[in-house]
């Protein structure tokens, strides 16, 4: 008979916490294994903590996107936003299944070329783009979405000198009813911005106007925002045809749909308010095709959508390395991973789950990181079991963001695997060590030696 750990007695203040209408207890069941391959062995082999990434979680959300869109609406791409998930293996399995790619640097436009994007299958987006990076993309001929009149009128020299034409878009911010307004990006429709713009490249034939961009938030959770931005772009497209005589070839409604992770300060849990794929494809698709387009004028719809597809596909496994006592009386538990790689735990209440049987015994703890920075803090307040030292754990819908946002502080980025349709596990990006970090550091010949 296994020994039975010992949890010493305590008095604890009750203190139940803020309710929702389930009440203030969640049940955990253990999560030993990830698509068919156990927790511990995975760890085991690839060592704590690892990320691992679900392929076949990730061919299903892309593939139900898909439907929810393309039985609304006849015309439809999608492009995997790069800034989400950069990692190869994880592009690949977005364009295996159709997807163009969505980039917003010349970093994230280079990694799609060596994934083997075709240039015009490679949307490109984002602020700063330099003359250099704008050549690149009109020569692969890229579509370019313009976010300034810096920008616009930088592209304008570039193709004179070129003497090529580029296909570009601009992006357009407006009021959608959601706030605060994204106004930092693109041009106003409100103010008139969005069309002073158009009407500047109208006016330039080097540059052919074939799209209307929008990415009005992230983490969206009213559908009728994107229905109030699909009818303004479609307001602008209807315009730039009756002026201009050019039917807009598409509208790229972009991201921000969200994923079925909880929000800090959310009184109710994530899955419970969250819109459906179906939800956002009938508010933008019904707005389109009730506006009044000719049907040879259609325009095809782009959609950049990245959290929604990936979030619930990513898990980050870790230990246990401590258990204590804080000063007023909470237990705290303390894991091999931080803040450094998950930086998403600043946004999300993440669900964190037992990898092994426990005690029917929970409590309210605090979660923190090993990192030597207070802020390092994974949970505030969430009730689990009593995990002890060496116990493994299972965070959820960690596959957005994580792994290109994550900070080589204190501790080295670990492993990330990925497990395939036949419960293969494959590493798809190798743990850094000390030579990962040593690798670009130059040392002064002159502080080579010293004596203490």
């Given at each position: 008979?296994?020994?039975?750990?010992?949890?010493?007695?305590?008095?604890?203040?009750?203190?139940?916490?803020?309710?929702?209408?389930?009440?203030?207890?969640?049940?955990?069941?253990?999560?030993?294994?990830?698509?068919?391959?156990?927790?511990?062995?995975?760890?085991?082999?690839?060592?704590?903590?690892?990320?691992?990434?679900?392929?076949?979680?990730?061919?299903?959300?892309?593939?139900?996107?898909?439907?929810?869109?393309?039985?609304?609406?006849?015309?439809?791409?999608?492009?995997?936003?790069?800034?989400?998930?950069?990692?190869?293996?994880?592009?690949?399995?977005?364009?295996?299944?159709?997807?163009?790619?969505?980039?917003?640097?010349?970093?994230?436009?280079?990694?799609?070329?060596?994934?083997?994007?075709?240039?015009?299958?490679?949307?490109?987006?984002?602020?700063?783009?330099?003359?250099?990076?704008?050549?690149?993309?009109?020569?692969?001929?890229?579509?370019?979405?313009?976010?300034?009149?810096?920008?616009?009128?930088?592209?304008?020299?570039?193709?004179?000198?070129?003497?090529?034409?580029?296909?570009?878009?601009?992006?357009?911010?407006?009021?959608?009813?959601?706030?605060?307004?994204?106004?930092?990006?693109?041009?106003?429709?409100?103010?008139?911005?969005?069309?002073?713009?158009?009407?500047?490249?109208?006016?330039?034939?080097?540059?052919?106007?074939?799209?209307l961009h929008c990415h009005i938030g992230t983490y969206m959770l009213t559908a009728s925002a994107y229905a109030t931005a699909a009818w303004k772009l479609c307001d602008l497209a209807v315009n730039v045809k009756a002026k201009w005589n050019k039917p807009i070839q598409y509208l790229d409604l972009g991201g921000g749909f969200a994923s079925a992770n909880t929000l800090k300060g959310s009184y109710l849990q994530g899955p419970d308010i969250i819109p459906s794929m179906e939800d956002y494809a009938e508010a933008i698709s019904s707005t389109i095709l009730n506006f009044g387009f000719k049907q040879n004028e259609l325009p095809t719809l782009f959609l950049e959508t990245g959290r929604a597809l990936i979030d619930d596909a990513g898990y980050l496994l870790?230990?246990?390395?401590?258990?204590?006592?804080?000063?007023?009386?909470?237990?705290?538990?303390?894991?091999?991973?931080?803040?450094?790689?998950?930086?998403?735990?600043?946004?999300?209440?993440?669900?964190?789950?037992?990898?092994?049987?426990?005690?029917?015994?929970?409590?309210?703890?605090?979660?923190?990181?090993?990192?030597?920075?207070?802020?390092?803090?994974?949970?505030?307040?969430?009730?689990?079991?009593?995990?002890?030292?060496?116990?493994?754990?299972?965070?959820?819908?960690?596959?957005?963001?994580?792994?290109?946002?994550?900070?080589?502080?204190?501790?080295?980025?670990?492993?990330?695997?990925?497990?395939?349709?036949?419960?293969?596990?494959?590493?798809?990006?190798?743990?850094?060590?000390?030579?990962?970090?040593?690798?670009?550091?130059?040392?002064?010949?002159?502080?080579?030696?010293?004596?203490?």
């Amino acid at each position: 008979m296994a020994k039975l750990s010992y949890e010493r007695p305590v008095i604890q203040k009750l203190n139940t916490g803020s309710m929702n209408k389930f009440g203030t207890r969640t049940e955990y069941a253990p999560v030993s294994h990830i698509e068919g391959v156990a927790v511990k062995e995975i760890i085991a082999e690839y060592g704590s903590p690892v990320f691992v990434i679900s392929e076949p979680q990730i061919r299903k959300n892309y593939q139900n996107a898909v439907r929810a869109f393309k039985t609304r609406y006849p015309k439809v791409q999608f492009a995997w936003s790069y800034k989400t998930n950069y990692l190869n293996a994880v592009c690949k399995v977005f364009h295996q299944e159709g997807a163009w790619a969505e980039v917003v640097s010349i970093f994230e436009y280079k990694k799609a070329l060596g994934n083997g994007v075709p240039g015009n299958k490679i949307i490109f987006n984002g602020p700063d783009k330099s003359e250099e990076d704008l050549t690149i993309a009109i020569e692969n001929k890229s579509l370019i979405h313009i976010d300034h009149f810096d920008e616009l009128y930088m592209l304008i020299e570039v193709v004179q000198k070129l003497k090529q034409k580029a296909s570009v878009a601009i992006r357009v911010n407006m009021d959608t009813g959601v706030y605060p307004m994204w106004d930092r990006f693109g041009f106003n429709y409100e103010n008139g911005q969005a069309w002073n713009a158009i009407n500047k490249i109208m006016s330039h034939p080097e540059l052919e106007l074939n799209g209307l961009h929008c990415h009005i938030g992230t983490y969206m959770l009213t559908a009728s925002a994107y229905a109030t931005a699909a009818w303004k772009l479609c307001d602008l497209a209807v315009n730039v045809k009756a002026k201009w005589n050019k039917p807009i070839q598409y509208l790229d409604l972009g991201g921000g749909f969200a994923s079925a992770n909880t929000l800090k300060g959310s009184y109710l849990q994530g899955p419970d308010i969250i819109p459906s794929m179906e939800d956002y494809a009938e508010a933008i698709s019904s707005t389109i095709l009730n506006f009044g387009f000719k049907q040879n004028e259609l325009p095809t719809l782009f959609l950049e959508t990245g959290r929604a597809l990936i979030d619930d596909a990513g898990y980050l496994l870790g230990s246990v390395i401590a258990t204590k006592r804080l000063s007023d009386g909470r237990r705290a538990t303390i894991m091999d991973f931080g803040v450094n790689l998950l930086f998403t735990a600043f946004w999300y209440n993440h669900k964190i789950s037992p990898a092994q049987e426990f005690s029917h015994h929970t409590e309210d703890m605090v979660v923190y990181g090993p990192l030597c920075m207070n802020i390092d803090c994974i949970r505030e307040s969430v009730n689990l079991p009593l995990l002890s030292k060496g116990d493994q754990v299972v965070v959820h819908k960690v596959g957005a963001y994580n792994m290109t946002q994550w900070m080589q502080f204190i501790q080295m980025r670990p492993n990330v695997v990925m497990i395939d349709g036949q419960n293969k596990v494959h590493l798809i990006r190798h743990k850094e060590s000390l030579d990962t970090m040593l690798q670009y550091e130059h040392l002064p010949q002159h502080l080579e030696k010293f004596e203490l």
